[in-house]
């Protein structure tokens, strides 16, 4: 069963972030904040791309559901604010 701090790691291997938070506890369902620099300029579908290409084929297998919410450096200042 897949954790959340394992689920953040995977992420971070192949995706530079400025921040990341992974939550959920029964291993296949899941919600992440994650800020990268990567986003930049990208729509929020071409930046759930990117989170899902970092994750490679744990999406079709490990991992059930995933929900994301997705900034720039920049809009997480203005939404933490």
């Given amino acids: 069963?897949?954790?959340?701090?394992?689920?953040?790691?995977?992420?971070?291997?192949?995706?530079?972030?400025e921040y990341i938070k992974v939550l959920g506890d029964d291993g296949t369902h899941?919600?992440?904040v994650i800020?990268?620099?990567?986003?930049?300029?990208?729509?929020?579908?071409?930046q759930?791309?990117?989170?899902?290409?970092a994750l490679g084929d744990r999406m079709?297998?490990?991992?059930?559901?995933?929900s994301m919410k997705t900034y720039t450096p920049e809009q997480w200042l203005k939404q933490s604010a």
Avoid: P, W
């Fill in 1 to 17: 069963m897949l954790s959340a701090q394992q689920l953040e790691a995977y992420i971070t291997q192949n995706l530079a972030c």
């Fill in 30 to 32: 899941f919600e992440s």
């Fill in 35 to 46: 800020v990268s620099n990567a986003f930049v300029g990208k729509s929020m579908v071409q």
């Fill in 48 to 53: 759930h791309q990117l989170v899902y290409s």
């Fill in 60 to 66: 079709r297998s490990e991992i059930h559901a995933l």
